[in-house]
């Protein structure tokens, strides 16, 4: 049976109203401000250096160590992240030939560099700094491109199993800022201008390098020995 | 007339549900508000994903296809009409069985519950539940 025009009339009405209230919330949630801000020029402190050098993987024994400065939120770090230090890990890291070294080099026009090398500090205190390094890397579309990008690393925090409490805590505290600023001004000081820049042997690579040129680099430095048959 | 008010209804709530999940899924809103915090386990876990897309989104578009559905059923010329009832029962049909698949996934593999997920899986019971009752209505008043 059709309902009266009124009956319709009050439908239409209470519809209208929860739509009203849904988009409100809805709008209440996205007008809320971020949620995590990292500030840049901090005072570097002692703690901020002692002890700290970047984050490193390969063994202290490798004959070659290359010092990588990047940026999260640079498109070709990311790919450099994605698509080169795979196999410069697989070739040349896990074969004890070199040493990497990651250094902080958050650039002024990207919003969210300084929070996610934040939050992979985060992770670091957590020993998962080169998981999360590789998920925000990997995920650099899908945050960068956010109105807030901490609450995705938070996600990318979780999913890595960190303890999601020490790491708000860590966070909401920006306990790294001095270290991520204590990266950039040594960047400045190399004379870093760009990302990613390589500095091996005292010299500055900057630009696109891929793995083969960075394995004809580790060869140059330190030829592979092999057994003479 | 009633029964496809109500789907157009829940529909709408579920639409709103799904929206506020997928705007946490795509890190518009901080935190979800979720008691227990298995909501982020759940909404994180590689099973927040189907197919590559979006659970909280093909979610959204469920619900907008069965608000749309419902609507255009609510129009006078389709009032009485069986096809209308029968799509959006269909419909529900569908999303009751993704659902369970998606709270089997809850329960048995990620053993945590996302309370808005519950509260969707209510509303996609309750518009399959109206579709039904319309069906029946219908069958009778041709009987």
């Keep these: ?36 801000s990292i500030p840049a020029n901090v005072q570097v402190g002692v703690k901020d250096t002692a002890g700290f050098h970047g984050y490193v993987k390969g063994v202290a024994s490798a004959p070659v160590e290359i010092t990588e400065y990047a940026d999260y939120q640079c498109p070709f770090c990311q790919t450099f992240a994605t698509l080169q230090m ?42 998962k ?18 109105r807030d990008a901490a609450p995705i690393f938070r996600q990318y925090a979780q999913a890595n199993g960190l303890d999601l409490a020490k790491y708000d805590a860590c966070m909401s505290g920006g306990i790294h800022a001095g270290r991520i600023q204590a990266s950039y001004e040594e960047a400045v000081r190399v004379g870093v201008s760009s990302t990613p820049t390589l500095l091996v042997g005292g010299r500055l690579y900057q630009g696109r390098l891929d793995s083969d040129a960075i394995t004809r680099l580790v060869d140059s430095l330190a030829p592979k020995t092999t057994s003479a048959k | 007339m009633i029964y496809r008010m109500g ?13 506020y999940l997928y705007l946490y899924k795509i890190g518009r809103i901080g935190t979800l508000a979720c008691g227990s915090g298995d909501c982020e386990t759940v909404q994180t876990s590689p099973w927040s994903r189907f197919l590559g897309v ?6 959204l578009l469920g619900y907008a296809v069965l608000l749309v559905v419902a609507l255009l059923a609510l ?54 539940i109206l579709g039904l009752l319309e069906l029946r209505r219908l069958r009778a008043g041709l009987a």
């Design chain 1, 86 to 127: 795979p196999t410069i890990e697989e070739r040349l890291i896990k074969t004890g030939r070199l040493r990497w070294r990651y250094r902080d080099f958050p650039l002024q026009q990207h919003p969210f560099s300084r929070v996610a090398a934040h939050s992979a500090a985060c992770a670091d205190d957590q020993g």
């Design chain 2, 54 to 59: 979006d659970v909280a989104l093909i979610g």
């Design chain 1, 1 to 36: 049976m059709a309902a009266s025009p009124v009956g319709m009339k009050r439908f239409y009405g209470l519809l209208a109203a929860v739509a009203v209230v849904g988009i409100g919330l809805l709008g209440y949630q996205l007008s809320k401000p971020a949620t995590v």
């Design chain 2, 7 to 19: 789907a157009a209804l829940t529909s709408l709530l579920g639409l709103f549900v799904s929206a």
């Design chain 1, 129 to 146: 700094y080169w998981d999360q390094h590789q998920k925000i890397y990997d995920g650099q579309a899908e945050w960068a491109a956010a």
């Design chain 2, 75 to 128: 129009r006078s010329s389709q009032v009485e009409r069986r096809p209308p009832a029968l799509l959006l029962t269909g419909l529900a049909a569908g999303g009751v069985l993704f659902t369970a698949y998606l709270t089997y996934l809850e329960l048995f593999v990620l053993h945590a519950i996302c309370r808005w997920c519950v509260g969707s899986a209510a509303m996609i019971v309750t518009i399959l």
